[in-house]
């Protein structure tokens, strides 16, 4: 049987490309007779032809090069893997500095391997040497790669010198070495590559600033820099940066300088002053609980967390933190004219809502479901109790609340569904999957018809619904008590206010704001309300995260 001359031609390609292959692993099997410059190309040919994705085929690729670099390269792995460095730039610059990592890396493991140690040796003047190139704009590398050089070669000051200067090295060999990277540095910094100008100032003891250089890494967030060189730089540049960072606030690091340096008796409060502000931003997330495990029973903290409940205006935490460590004497000595209470948050008065209704029985919930369906515009939000542990799945939902702007329902979920699930879920589908009733925010929800989510209709603004509504009706929302436990049954009077409120500040909101034409406006942007309108219809037997 005779072969076309188009099948002939296939078999010979096929046959030519398993050549190619069988040269390839045979190329990594045994780098004894295999140059740089081809170890590089077929190192490239087997990222091309990879049909991985291009992280997972960079991993594959690294354990081969391990692998290959153990392989007998010649004359060792340390110095071949420099001459592929000046290799790696010919292949493009969309693949250079990623093999160039993977070179680099790759060496980490062989720096304990006894056989290769002269070469290890052997290989520093080389490396010394590429990264004087790499100083001079001859071999074009990207700065980490520099960074990366140095360090797996361990390159010191006289390894530098050698490069320059030859082998026989006096002091002022060394000087001159010091001043030519000191030029480098200075080149760094004009051109603001501060991380790397501080990498060469620490390997080679390079003095050529002062504190007014710790300002400037600060100013551009290149904090691990900035440490870096102050503790080169000594005590006096130590004390500087914890203080720079106590003037801006930045009490986690400043908490974390004072402790690996030993500074305690210089800087005595930074500890408590971290603390503080641990506190602080907890209470601001509603994270209580946290809060109070955090302050570990130490007085002057506990009456902090009071002094923050205080000022939030939630009282029956201060009542409950008061009983438990008896600190109603410290309640007592306070100036009320200090606290502001939430004196800045929305009150729900101002809202002027006629009632708030609990409903935890299978009739109340068919006679609210009635109210609702007559309404045109609600308001949904709902609650659940918080899980801080890492890693665990967030508990379900224990209440859902919908308003009007006149009433609100908080439906009991736990007892509800324990009484009649089905009734439950079918009340609530007549809610959600409406087309009458426009729907304000929702997470809970599975089906909907009709949903506006009005947050998405004000992109500049920040802080959430609170944010929202401090932008539109001018005061924002008192979030203390998002994290209380909201399976605790009774809910506390406070706690049903809060949820009422989440849920009819949304229909204010929008009153407030629909009658114009067109609102939601950013700069150069203009949005119609309407266009933001959503649906999502599906078959699930629940619609709710029970």
């Given at each position: 049987?005779?072969?076309?001359?188009?099948?002939?031609?296939?078999?010979?390609?096929?046959?030519?490309?398993?050549?190619?292959?069988?040269?390839?692993?045979?190329?990594?099997?045994?780098?004894?007779h295999v140059s740089a410059a081809t170890f590089m190309y077929l190192l490239k040919d087997c990222y091309l032809y990879g049909t991985d994705k291009a992280t997972p085929k960079f991993k594959i690729l690294q354990l081969q090069v391990k692998r290959a670099l153990n392989n007998d390269?010649?004359?060792?792995?340390?110095?071949?893997?420099?001459?592929?460095?000046?290799?790696?730039?010919?292949?493009?610059?969309?693949?250079?500095?990623?093999?160039?990592?993977?070179?680099?890396?790759?060496?980490?493991?062989?720096?304990?391997?006894?056989?290769?140690?002269?070469?290890?040796?052997?290989?520093?003047?080389?490396?010394?040497?590429?990264?004087?190139?790499?100083?001079?704009?001859?071999?074009?590398?990207?700065?980490?790669?520099?960074?990366?050089?140095?360090?797996?070669?361990?390159?010191?000051?006289?390894?530098?010198?050698?490069?320059?200067?030859?082998?026989?090295?006096?002091?002022?060999?060394?000087?001159?070495?010091?001043?030519?990277?000191?030029?480098?540095?200075?080149?760094?910094?004009?051109?603001?590559?501060?991380?790397?100008?501080?990498?060469?100032?620490?390997?080679?003891?390079?003095?050529?600033?002062?504190?007014?250089?710790?300002?400037?890494?600060?100013?551009?967030?290149?904090?691990?820099?900035?440490?870096?060189?102050?503790?080169?730089?000594?005590?006096?540049?130590?004390?500087?940066?914890?203080?720079?960072?106590?003037?801006?606030?930045?009490?986690?690091?400043?908490?974390?300088?004072?402790?690996?340096?030993?500074?305690?008796?210089?800087?005595?409060?930074?500890?408590?002053?971290?603390?503080?502000?641990?506190?602080?931003?907890?209470?601001?997330?509603?994270?209580?609980?946290?809060?109070?495990?955090?302050?570990?029973?130490?007085?002057?903290?506990?009456?902090?967390?009071?002094?923050?409940?205080?000022?939030?205006?939630?009282?029956?935490?201060?009542?409950?933190?008061?009983?438990?460590?008896?600190?109603?004497?410290?309640?007592?000595?306070?100036?009320?004219?200090?606290?502001?209470?939430?004196?800045?948050?929305?009150?729900?008065?101002?809202?002027?809502?006629?009632?708030?209704?609990?409903?935890?029985?299978?009739?109340?919930?068919?006679?609210?479901?009635?109210?609702?369906?007559?309404?045109?515009?609600?308001?949904?939000?709902?609650?659940?109790?918080?899980?801080?542990?890492?890693?665990?799945?967030?508990?379900?939902?224990?209440?859902?609340?919908?308003?009007?702007?006149?009433?609100?329902?908080?439906?009991?979920?736990?007892?509800?569904?324990?009484?009649?699930?089905?009734?439950?879920?079918?009340?609530?589908?007549?809610?959600?999957?409406?087309?009458?009733?426009?729907?304000?925010?929702?997470?809970?929800?599975?089906?909907?018809?009709?949903?506006?989510?009005?947050?998405?209709?004000?992109?500049?603004?920040?802080?959430?619904?609170?944010?929202?509504?401090?932008?539109?009706?001018?005061?924002?929302?008192?979030?203390?008590?998002?994290?209380?436990?909201?399976?605790?049954?009774?809910?506390?009077?406070?706690?049903?206010?809060?949820?009422?409120?989440?849920?009819?500040?949304?229909?204010?909101?929008?009153?407030?704001?629909?009658?114009?034409?067109?609102?939601?406006?950013?700069?150069?942007?203009?949005?119609?309300?309407?266009?933001?309108?959503?649906?999502?219809?599906?078959?699930?037997?629940?619609?709710?995260?029970?």
């Amino acid at each position: 049987m005779g072969c076309s001359k188009t099948q002939t031609q296939e078999d010979s390609e096929f046959n030519q490309c398993n050549e190619e292959r069988s040269l390839c692993l045979h190329s990594f099997s045994d780098l004894s007779h295999v140059s740089a410059a081809t170890f590089m190309y077929l190192l490239k040919d087997c990222y091309l032809y990879g049909t991985d994705k291009a992280t997972p085929k960079f991993k594959i690729l690294q354990l081969q090069v391990k692998r290959a670099l153990n392989n007998d390269p010649q004359p060792g792995p340390f110095t071949y893997v420099v001459q592929c460095m000046y290799i790696v730039p010919l292949l493009g610059k969309t693949h250079a500095e990623g093999f160039s990592h993977m070179l680099i890396s790759s060496l980490r493991h062989l720096k304990s391997v006894e056989s290769v140690q002269k070469d290890f040796l052997d290989a520093k003047h080389l490396a010394a040497r590429l990264i004087l190139d790499i100083v001079a704009s001859i071999v074009p590398h990207e700065e980490r790669i520099l960074i990366k050089l140095l360090e797996a070669y361990d390159i010191e000051l006289r390894d530098m010198a050698d490069a320059l200067y030859g082998s026989e090295l006096g002091d002022e060999d060394l000087v001159k070495a010091k001043e030519h990277l000191k030029q480098y540095v200075q080149c760094l910094m004009e051109s603001e590559s501060y991380v790397t100008a501080v990498n060469l100032i620490t390997r080679f003891s390079i003095q050529c600033y002062d504190e007014s250089f710790l300002t400037k890494l600060i100013e551009n967030n290149h904090l691990e820099a900035a440490e870096k060189w102050a503790v080169f730089m000594g005590n006096e540049m130590i004390c500087l940066i914890i203080q720079t960072y106590l003037d801006i606030k930045m009490l986690k690091r400043a908490n974390e300088l004072v402790k690996q340096h030993d500074l305690t008796e210089k800087f005595p409060d930074v500890n408590y002053l971290y603390k503080e502000s641990v506190l602080k931003k907890l209470a601001e997330k509603g994270c209580w609980d946290i809060a109070e495990v955090r302050a570990k029973k130490e007085t002057k903290l506990m009456e902090y967390l009071v002094y923050l409940a205080m000022e939030a205006g939630y009282m029956e935490k201060v009542e409950e933190l008061c009983q438990r460590y008896s600190l109603e004497g410290y309640v007592n000595s306070l100036v009320p004219e200090e606290i502001c209470c939430g004196s800045d948050y929305l009150d729900l008065k101002e809202l002027i809502l006629e009632d708030i209704i609990w409903v935890d029985e299978i009739d109340g919930l068919l006679n609210s479901i009635s109210y609702i369906e007559a309404c045109k515009i609600i308001g949904v939000d709902c609650e659940w109790k918080p899980n801080f542990e890492k890693g665990s799945k967030p508990n379900k939902v224990s209440i859902i609340q919908i308003a009007s702007d006149k009433k609100a329902f908080i439906f009991d979920l736990i007892k509800l569904y324990e009484d009649d699930p089905k009734v439950l879920d079918s009340c609530f589908r007549r809610i959600m999957c409406s087309s009458n009733i426009l729907k304000l925010e929702l997470k809970c929800f599975q089906s909907y018809e009709m949903l506006l989510d009005i947050q998405k209709l004000f992109k500049g603004t920040t802080g959430g619904l609170s944010g929202l509504s401090k932008k539109i009706l001018g005061a924002g929302l008192n979030k203390t008590r998002r994290n209380s436990n909201w399976e605790q049954r009774p809910l506390t009077q406070n706690q049903k206010e809060y949820a009422a409120l989440d849920a009819v500040v949304l229909v204010h909101i929008f009153h407030h704001v629909k009658g114009q034409p067109q609102f939601g406006v950013t700069e150069g942007c203009k949005v119609e309300w309407k266009s933001h309108i959503v649906s999502r219809v599906k078959n699930s037997r629940s619609t709710l995260r029970f």
